[in-house]
């Protein structure tokens, strides 16, 4: 049975091969590969400073220019990955280019680190939440597939808690201040969404200035979560 299903398994893999995640290269159909050597490179946690709030790679001590400024309503953050090379390839696949089924390996790539380096154990764990126009049209919410493994894994449980409530622009185009003028009361709790005194874990896939994240984390805060912590698959630098 066992050898049937290793069999099956290969022949889905003949005709459907295994591309890299990061540059599309063939991968070895005999080998259980997500990426190539070259790629795997850049899916190494960064070695170096991690900012004391938000957990992003730093070039030195204490905390990112964001952190030092900003009012910041999450009590731990998280950040694994630098968003760049391989890295940021296969996340725009992931979120523009239908590659949903990277969730599983990007899940694991969030359980690992979670496995090390957080001790909290978390009520919940959720996502940062679409507008439902770019849900549907999309499909998936790409940080929900991930925060749904992770919660597996930490023996935690995925659940909804917010809402945005209406579209907001891309925040990729955006100053940091537009993007937190774009981003302010665009979510609100989930209804019957249980916040208060929970500790809760938000998932995204890139954090870059925080205000998304931020915003989040406000609105949990406020409706009287007891911890909000985040942790995010990669993040970018704001030192550049
Ligand atoms: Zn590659
Ligand atoms: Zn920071």
């Not at 938000?202 to 984390?217: H, L, W």
């Not at 995010?232 to 630098?237: H, W, Y």
Request: with cysteine; proline share 2%; net charge positive.
């Amino acid at each position: 049975m066992k050898t049937l299903r290793k069999a099956a398994a290969l022949l889905i893999r003949i005709i459907y091969p295994c591309r890299c995640i990061g540059c599309g290269e063939l991968l070895d159909i005999n080998k259980d590969q997500w990426l190539c050597a070259d790629c795997s490179k850049d899916f190494k946690e960064p070695d170096g400073y991690r900012c004391e709030s938000c957990g992003r790679h730093i070039d030195c001590k204490g905390k990112c220019s964001d952190c030092r400024l900003d009012k910041i309503y999450f009590d731990k953050g998280y950040c694994v990955l630098d968003y760049k090379g391989a890295v940021r390839n296969a996340i725009l696949r992931f979120k523009y280019k239908n590659k949903f089924r990277y969730a599983k390996y990007f899940g694991k790539i969030l359980s690992d680190y979670a496995d090390s380096n957080i001790l909290f154990r978390y009520d919940y764990v959720t996502a940062v939440p679409l507008h439902k126009a770019r849900f549907k049209k999309r499909g998936y919410n790409q940080s929900e597939l991930m925060a749904r493994i992770l919660a597996k894994n930490i023996n935690s449980e995925y659940r909804d808690l917010l809402i945005r409530q209406r579209p907001t622009l891309p925040q990729n185009s955006l100053s940091k201040k537009q993007r937190q003028d774009n981003i302010k009361n665009a979510f609100i709790p989930a209804k019957n969404s249980d916040i208060k005194g929970k500790g809760i874990l938000v998932v995204d896939d890139i954090f870059t200035t925080g205000a998304t994240m931020n915003e989040c984390c406000r609105v949990l805060k406020k409706h009287g979560a007891y911890q909000v912590d985040f942790i995010a698959l990669s993040s970018r630098s704001n030192e550049e």
